[in-house]
């Protein structure tokens, strides 16, 4: 029963320490490098050959130059704060509208949540790219937004969507969406109604008992869906590429242009280690407080 146990949790852990840990010691490894021109396009690489003395070679080598480079240069740092902005208002846009649409198929009959559930899954099935391009031809200057606004007479003149801040918030919105309607779904649809009806018979007003009752209790789900919409969204490249301008940049898109037009493998990596320790820590400081939280009530 021992082993059959430790095999189950060590699967996960295993999968944990190839695909998440191993690759990012080697990123780390890579962002204390220094660039050169070669391929890879870094350097020292470590030899094993060479024993120790190797090893120390290796490490005299290592600096933290391309880190304080970043620190120096405000493009990055214009580029961390204009990305963590974007998918921070992303995210909320997503909860505000999300919420209300987890909630009305929480609450629908039971014999029309698969076909609600399938609707929500549907945009799944097409590429996201494809699905972003779609968003070029509804927004373009010729596109349909615009041409719809003009035969309905309400602009003489197309307006500028596409390629704005506006439109990198709206291809967000659509692509995360779904993974915040369905943790928050999935938490209204096991809350105990009971509870609302004890506080619809206490005199609490439907608005009322959604605050104190139905909102509080579906923390848990908005807390998920939070997590999943901007943790992604914050790295996101695929949208700003095509729906957003050079004039706001992500830190998506400037990892993609050191890695394959500047061919700065060393700083690409060292802006990929700051962007994952800005967006772990604050799981692991909110995984701390569950934790504390918890001990605190048991």
């Given at each position: ?84 902005r974007v998918a921070l208002i992303s995210t909320l846009a997503c909860l505000l509208f999300g919420y209300p649409i987890a909630y009305a198929m929480a609450s629908a009959p ?110 848990p789900g908005i807390l998920a869906g939070v997590f999943l919409v901007f943790i992604p969204a914050t790295g996101e490249f695929v949208v700003p590429s095509l729906l957003g301008s050079a004039q706001s ?50």
């Open positions: 029963m021992t082993r059959r146990f430790m095999a189950l949790v060590g699967i996960p852990y295993l999968w944990l320490v190839l695909f998440f840990v191993a690759p990012f010691l080697i990123v780390l490894k890579i962002s204390l490098s220094d660039g050169i021109t070669a391929m890879p396009p870094y350097t020292p690489v470590l030899d094993l050959g060479q024993g120790l003395q190797g090893l120390r070679n290796y490490v005299g080598q290592l600096d933290l130059e391309n880190y304080l480079y970043i620190f120096e240069e405000s493009s990055y740092a214009f580029a961390y704060v204009n990305s963590l039971a014999r029309f949540k698969p076909t609600l559930i399938l609707l929500i899954n549907l945009p799944f099935w097409t590429s996201f790219l494809v699905r972003i391009y779609a968003w070029i031809v509804l927004l373009s200057k010729e596109g349909v937004v615009n041409n719809v606004l003009k035969s309905l007479g309400l602009i003489d003149e197309p307006l500028v969507i596409l390629n704005t801040t506006f439109a990198v918030y709206l291809g967000m919105v659509y692509a995360y969406i779904p993974l915040m309607i369905f943790p928050i779904y999935a938490t209204l649809e096991k809350l105990d109604t009971s509870v609302y009806e004890a506080a619809r018979d206490l005199g609490c007003s439907r608005i009322g008992a959604f605050f104190r009752v139905t909102l509080p209790m579906s923390k940049p992500m830190i998506g898109r400037l990892l993609w242009e050191e890695f394959f037009i500047n061919n700065d493998w060393p700083m690409a990596a060292a802006i990929s280690v700051l962007l994952l320790a800005i967006l772990v820590l604050p799981v692991v400081f909110y995984q701390a407080y569950q934790q504390k939280v918890h001990r605190e009530q048991s």
